[in-house]
């Protein structure tokens, strides 16, 4: 499939969810909505907070249960439901979205595309990523960067693989603004300087003023790099927020779950949670709310 043939079934399957009829119902109005509203509409069936239940709750993706799209030129595996990629019980976590892990070809990338209502994060794992927006921008961000774009009330934006010799490795993180039609906005940091081990640093915020990127939303990223045999605990920051952890590389475990690469856990009704690495290993933490 050419990538311009590509681009537009996926921002067609994610915009439109192609669902089963039981989770969402489409009219003739459909196609008048935002890409936030559509998606929004697909949000809240599962893994919300019960109010009633007082007790940790977990979900567990492993990473051969990911959806899979390789179009030869792009090789994406899928937390959540993305594109072609539908699972009803998979849709989000909260107001996390999306979650894609991409390989994208030496040379190759994704053309001018839109972009509405949407908290967009990209953190690169390998490679160089360049970028291109309407707003006027243009970047490469590499392994050691975490970039963000508000989408607000709208943009279009490419991205390629800088390299003509080598693949570009990253991550794209989709999630739900608190607040609708915001002025859109770009920024980018390297991390390098503020990475620590065996300890998680913060990368995203929703504060300007602390450290990493900031977002329209109530949500908090961060990194760790661990050796095989320490562990740390993190803090819920917000009442009524869960956290979504990622393992990069290596194995961990976390409330008695063993976790490997590329493995993702849900946890929420919790007051903190404790990671522990029983091989070297590289975690991504995110925390949102479970509540829209």
């Known amino acids: 499939m050419n990538r311009k043939k590509f681009l537009k079934n996926a921002l067609m399957a994610s915009v439109a969810g192609i669902v089963t009829p039981q989770v969402l119902k489409a009219t003739n109005s459909d196609s008048t909505k935002s890409s936030y509203d559509t998606l929004m509409e697909q949000v809240g069936f599962n893994h919300l907070p019960n109010k009633n239940i007082k007790t940790m709750n977990t979900v567990i993706h492993k990473a051969e249960t990911r959806g899979k799209a390789n179009h030869g030129w792009l090789n994406s595996y899928h937390t959540f439901s993305f594109a072609n990629y539908q699972n009803p019980e998979r849709m989000n976590f909260g107001v996390l979205r999306v979650l894609n892990d991409d390989i994208v070809q030496a040379g190759m990338g ?34 050691g960067d975490v970039q963000i774009m508000s989408a607000g009330t709208g943009l279009t934006h490419s991205e390629k693989n800088k390299n003509s010799d080598k693949e570009v490795k990253f991550l794209q993180i989709w999630v739900f603004p608190k607040e609708k039609n915001v002025t859109p906005r770009y920024d980018q940091i390297s991390i390098k300087e503020i990475a620590k081990e065996n300890e998680f640093y913060q990368v995203v915020s929703p504060n300007k003023e602390d450290q990493g990127v900031w977002l329209h939303q109530d949500a908090w990223f961060n990194l760790g790099n661990f050796t095989k045999g320490s562990s740390d605990e993190y803090k819920i920051k917000k009442e009524g927020n869960g956290v979504y952890v ?26 903190s949670i404790n990671v522990k690495a029983t091989e070297n290993a590289r975690v991504l933490l995110m925390e949102v709310p479970m509540n829209r």
């Open 110 to 143: 994704f053309g001018t595309h839109p972009h509405d209502n949407m908290e967009i994060i990209s953190i690169p794992l390998e490679g160089d990523l360049e970028h291109k927006d309407s707003m006027g921008n243009v970047a490469i961000i590499k392994e």
């Open 246 to 271: 990622f393992i990069l590389d290596g194995e961990v475990e976390i409330v008695g779950e063993n976790l490997s690469k590329r493995d993702g856990m849900g946890v929420w009704n919790t007051d």
